[in-house]
Nanobody
Framework: QVQLVESGGGLVQAGGSLSLSCAAS????????MGWFRQAPGKEREFVAS????????YYADSVKGRFTISRDNAKNTVYLQMNSLKPEDTAVYYC?????????????????WGQGTQVTVSS
């Protein structure tokens, strides 16, 4: 069972940047596709970005396209989310997720392991 630990959240002003990291405790990290989701108060968890095992393919939600970048380092068992030009509506708890297998996914139900989440707050 893979365990995920996110870090890097915090408080930032609108227009600023934050970088999230997610460390996975599994020896076969390169066989997992990875994703980031977020959940704002009173809202459902929503897809943010996902990346294939090889980094060859990445998907983004329309709301973050052009501002966020997902990447991974298989040698470090870590996936990253670089967030630029942050907006107040990006405020949420951000979750890292792992999906066993090589197929990239965007639905929360396709991911079998989740981190505990890290808070991102963007002030106006």
């Amino acid at each position: 069972q893979v365990q995920l630990v996110e870090s890097g959240g915090g408080l930032v002003q609108a227009g600023g940047s934050l970088s999230l990291s997610c460390a996975a405790s599994v020896r076969t990290f390169s066989t997992y596709s990875m994703g980031w989701f977020r959940q704002a108060p009173g809202k459902e968890r929503e897809f943010v970005a996902s990346i294939a095992w090889s980094s060859a393919t990445a998907y983004y939600a329309d709301s973050v396209k052009g501002r966020f970048t997902i990447s991974r380092d298989n040698a470090k068992n870590t996936v990253y989310l670089q967030m630029n030009s942050l907006k107040p509506e990006d405020t949420a708890v951000y979750y890292c997720a792992a999906r066993s297998g090589l197929k990239i996914a965007t639905r929360a139900g396709d991911f079998g392991a989740w981190g505990q989440g890290t808070q991102v707050t963007v002030s106006s």
